[in-house]
């Protein structure tokens, strides 16, 4: 079992930066890959990005590619993501999830791949 909690979530202006914290409890977490992603009102929820469970690969949306970076640290238990050149289309409620580490990567960017899911964190973009 493991539990997510994501934290770091604000209000930025546009061209800021936040960093999101996603924090687990249960060791399961360290040999599962994990993935973030968004969900505005009345939309499905979107993939951002997602690591494996070494960290050794990195997946990202196209929207966020080269602005958004993934990283873990399986002996602390976390997942961060650093968001850079934050845009007003980046306003959304930010999720972590963790799933099997057997699952393929080809399914990374699919909410049904993932076991486990945070409570989520605010992130909102002023222009």
């Known amino acids: 079992q493991v539990q997510l909690v994501e934290s770091g979530g604000r209000s930025v202006q546009t061209g800021g930066s936040l960093r999101l914290s996603c924090g687990a409890s249960?060791?399961?977490?360290?040999?599962?890959?994990v993935g973030w992603f968004r969900q505005i009102p009345g939309k499905e929820r979107v993939f951002v990005s997602a690591?494996?469970?070494?960290?050794?690969?990195?997946y990202y949306a196209d929207s966020v590619k080269g602005r958004f970076a993934i990283s873990r640290d399986n002996a602390n238990l976390t997942a961060d993501l650093q968001m850079n050149d934050l845009t007003p289309e980046d306003t959304a409620v930010y999720y972590c999830?963790?799933?099997?580490?057997?699952?393929?990567?080809?399914?990374?960017?699919?909410?049904?791949?993932?076991?486990?899911w945070g409570q989520g964190t605010q992130v909102t973009v002023s222009s």
């Open positions: 249960g060791r399961s977490f360290s040999t599962s890959f």
């Open positions: 690591i494996s469970w070494s960290g050794s690969h990195t």
């Open positions: 999830a963790a799933g099997s580490r057997y699952t393929s990567a080809h399914y990374y960017s699919e909410t049904r791949s993932y076991d486990y």
